[in-house]
């Protein structure tokens, strides 16, 4: 018996068994997630269609669109479930790294899976999943949805080195009450455990990371694509010359590598600030890098927009830490205050607001 396997929760735990009257479209990305998520919902009686969305295939880019897609259909074979394959590659380009690049380019830094879970898995899948009949749609997240009086919440997943709900705060009451996340109830042990008795051929396969449906990718050579490199000056708080970069596009707040200092200061040095307008880089040590306080715009509540003040925790990355804050509402801006200081604070990121498991929303950090 294998380590992970002394750790097993039985599937039965996961699988009420019996026939459910609805059709639900499965998101297969080929990962052992959705697989799961696929063969649960299939157990509970479930009529399962396992889908297959492309939305790159730019094998220099690490792109492993065939390689997953053969996976993907792999799995349904086993599990006797119908395969589509959709291509939203014109639109995906459109939607999300159009986006990416233009928020670059602008000295930002964006979360591109934030956007395409809310224009592509949760905007065009589920627009096609509806137009074909299905009641459904399931995606292997790690997240949970709950309702209650006719009102759906969003909660972070069990496995809290895992929970996806930060790239979900977009969502909507439509949305959460057509969507399934199987495996939001299961850590990720059980989840490749019961791949592997189920016998679903993706139960050793790693896991994605990189950039949604495109991979590991350096982000760097990926924006130059599009951002010609321009060298630039980086400067201290004075404003001083102090050494040279690349093309302030291509870093982010909190930076500390990838740019040259000519004067050594026995400290690291980091990027605390960007003037998009003379190309300039500006440094500063570890505690100019440290914030108690932001702004957040285009804001999204997934229920009720919430009182004009009150406490929260705050995340500004996937798996970053949670902060304990009091946010004030002014306007359609949130004020962001933390109890202490926040490293890397970058423009452009999504914040994310928490109630204890329950993702109350989130915006763009000003």
């Known amino acids: 018996m294998t380590d992970i396997e002394t750790n097993f929760v039985s599937p039965m735990k996961y699988i009420v068994a019996g026939k459910v009257n609805k059709k ?36 220099a880019d690490g792109c492993r669109a065939d390689e997953d897609r053969a996976d993907a259909a792999a799995v349904a074979g086993v599990l006797g479930i119908k395969f589509e394959h959709l291509d939203f590659i014109k639109e995906y380009k459109a ?5 990416f690049y233009k928020e670059y380019q602008a000295g930002r830094t964006p979360n591109p899976d934030v956007m395409c879970n809310r224009d592509i898995k949760f905007g065009m899948f589920m627009k096609w999943a509806e137009e074909n009949g299905f009641d459904m749609i399931a995606t292997g997240h790690y997240a949970r949805i709950s309702e209650k009086d ?29 969507t399934l996340f199987p495996v939001g109830d299961m850590v990720k042990a059980d989840v490749r455990v019961l791949a592997e008795k189920a016998g679903l051929p993706t139960y050793r396969k790693p896991d994605s ?30 404003g001083k010359a102090i050494g040279q970069h690349e093309g302030a596009q291509f870093y982010t707040i909190g930076q500390r590598h990838g740019f040259t200092v000519e004067e050594y200061t026995g400290l690291p040095m980091y990027v605390i600030g960007k003037n998009m307008d003379e190309n300039e880089l500006i440094v500063g040590f570890a505690n100019d890098v440290n914030r108690d306080s932001f702004c957040v715009s285009e ?7 919430p009182v004009d003040e009150f406490v929260c925790d705050v995340r500004i990355r996937h798996l970053g830490e949670l902060h304990k804050s009091i946010v004030k509402l002014e306007k359609g801006v949130a004020e962001v205050k933390m109890e202490e200081p926040i490293f890397g604070v970058a423009p452009g990121q999504s914040a994310v607001f928490y109630k204890g498991d329950v993702v109350l929303g989130g915006g763009i950090i000003e």
């Open 299 to 305: 804001l999204h509540w997934i229920n009720d927009t």
């Open 24 to 59: 639900v479209a499965v998101g297969l990305s080929g990962g052992v997630d959705s697989s799961v998520s696929a063969y649960l919902l299939n157990e509970q009686g479930y009529e399962v269609t396992g889908v297959y969305i492309q939305c790159w295939a730019e094998r």
């Open 209 to 238: 990371v990189g950039i949604c449906f495109i991979g590991e990718v350096d982000i760097k050579e990926f924006l130059k694509k599009r951002i010609n490199p321009v060298t630039g000056n980086v400067v201290d708080k004075t």
């Open 95 to 99: 939607k999300v790294i159009d986006y």
């Open 150 to 178: 006719g009102k759906y919440s969003l909660l972070k997943g069990i496995d809290t080195s895992k929970d996806q709900s930060y790239f979900l705060y977009l969502l909507d009451q439509e949305q959460l009450s057509s």
